[in-house]
């Protein structure tokens, strides 16, 4: 039996490490589930940059089909996934944007070509063509012409602020173990051992 953390922030933060050390290749990528207008669910894939107590972060273009879906139902799910560790973390929550300063720090730690990227792409638009995408980027570099890229009035951050936490652990024989966090009204977190 896995020995958890009371707090499942430092309990995530130390799978997450893990992975990293493990060399797994882009172990900060998780799916994001957001529920269209419809009330369809919609999942992608986007890569955590920050986790703390107020919640998990990731970055995006504010005028994507994520975006809109989270303005109208701010619920969302996300999902980690390390086959080479047999781990799973779920996380659901309320997804807020980040403070525009937050947002202005990570995107300055951006290289180059992904923030010039950021202004070109007008992401999950209809394209004409790859190269109408190639004019837009080169239009960018030269606006920008070597000096500072600022970061676009349409790109930031989303933080999921989690109510529930659960950690997934592969074992022989499917006798897996999980462990559901859930958010008590006292702030705490309240820890469950659930059936495989």
């Known amino acids: ?38 009330g369809m669910p919609s999942t992608r894939v986007v ?30 799910s996300l999902c980690v996934w390390w086959s080479k560790l047999l781990e799973q973390i779920r996380i659901e929550g309320v997804a807020e944007p980040v403070a525009d300063e937050e947002a202005d720090t990570y995107f300055a730690t951006r290289d180059r ?40 009035p349409h790109w930031s951050g989303l933080r999921v602020v989690p109510t529930r936490i659960e950690f997934w652990y592969g074992k022989a024989d499917r006798l897996h173990e999980r462990y559901l966090y859930t958010k008590a009204e006292s702030g705490g977190w309240d820890i469950t051992l659930l059936q495989p």
């Open 113 to 152: 070509g992904s923030q010039v990227s950021a202004w070109a792409s007008q992401q999950s638009e209809i394209m004409g063509s790859r190269e109408e995408l190639e004019r837009a980027v080169e239009a960018c570099m030269q606006r920008f012409d070597g000096g500072p890229v600022p970061r676009p």
């Open 1 to 38: 039996m896995h020995k958890m953390d009371p707090n499942p922030i430092p309990q995530f933060k130390a799978a997450l490490a893990s992975a990293e050390a493990a060399g797994i290749e882009l172990y900060n990528a998780m799916s994001v589930s957001t529920i269209r207008a419809d």
């Open 47 to 76: 890569l955590l940059k920050d986790v703390d107590e107020r919640g998990f972060v990731f970055y995006t273009n504010m005028n994507s089909p994520k975006v809109t879906d989270i303005k109208s139902n701010a619920n969302v």
